[in-house]
């Protein structure tokens, strides 16, 4: 159980074009979702905090109106990366959370998204 | 703010032997939850084991334990028997969604 994946696995995009994400909660009804960023040999930098029906909290540095997040529901998360630039190319990890197993994250298998 | 630190960028294990990977965190808090969370060449985050800062007890997974100080701030990782299945990147996390740096652990056979 605790299952979460994320589409599409890769995305090849071009500089000025949107590219949407998903990340999906299986198998439970996630009450948080968390997305990451995370460059080559790195570690993960969280990028923002998002709880459905209500606004993603985003961390400092993080630009919200570049980072679309929307959380339409208790199984689903989205984050689009808008206006995509070749230095937003990197692997984009999230993660959700559920009642009953605290502080536990089960993580999506990520999103590599490369910008031409 | 939570910071952990992971001070071993790299290290290596014989097959067959143990390994111990080190974090240090720091929390104004009194309970709260550590993780070590494995990334393989895949990049699937997959969790080893928690500890939950009221337990004094050190938590066990089968070959994986910990070593939880919590006087000390430390929350180590011990891999008994090593596995090539288990190089990766390990990662310690602390419950204010704060990753350490990481450790890429190889495994020799």
């Known amino acids: 159980g605790a299952v979460v994946s994320q589409h599409p696995s890769r995305v090849i995009c071009k500089s000025g074009t949107s590219v949407k994400i998903e990340c999906r909660s299986l198998?439970?009804?996630?009450?948080?979702m968390f997305w990451y960023r995370q460059f080559p040999k790195q570690s993960l930098m969280l990028m923002a905090t998002s709880n459905e029906g209500s606004k993603a909290t985003y961390e400092q540095g993080v630009e919200k109106d570049k980072f679309l997040i929307n959380h339409a529901s208790l199984t689903l998360s989205t984050l689009t990366v808008t206006s995509a630039h070749p230095e937003d190319s990197s692997f984009y990890i999230c993660?959700?959370?559920?009642?009953?197993?605290?502080?536990?994250?089960?993580f999506g298998p990520g999103t590599r998204l490369t910008v031409l | 703010a939570q910071t952990v630190t992971q001070s071993q960028p790299e290290m290596s294990v014989q097959e067959a032997e143990t390994v111990t990977l080190s974090c240090t965190y720091d929390t104004s808090e009194s309970d709260y939850y550590l993780f070590w969370y494995k990334q393989p060449p895949s990049r699937q985050m997959i969790l080893v084991i928690r500890?939950?800062?009221?337990?004094?007890q050190n938590a066990t997974e089968n070959r994986f334990s910990v070593n939880f100080q919590k006087a000390a701030k430390s929350f180590s990782l011990k891999i008994s028997d090593s596995q090539l299945g288990d190089a990766a990147m390990y990662f310690c996390l602390g419950n204010k969604l704060v990753f350490g740096a990481g450790t890429i652990l190889r495994v020799k056979s």
């Open positions: 198998d439970f009804q996630a009450t948080t």
């Open positions: 993660s959700a959370i559920t009642s009953g197993r605290e502080g536990e994250q089960f």
């Open positions: 500890q939950e800062a009221y337990k004094q």
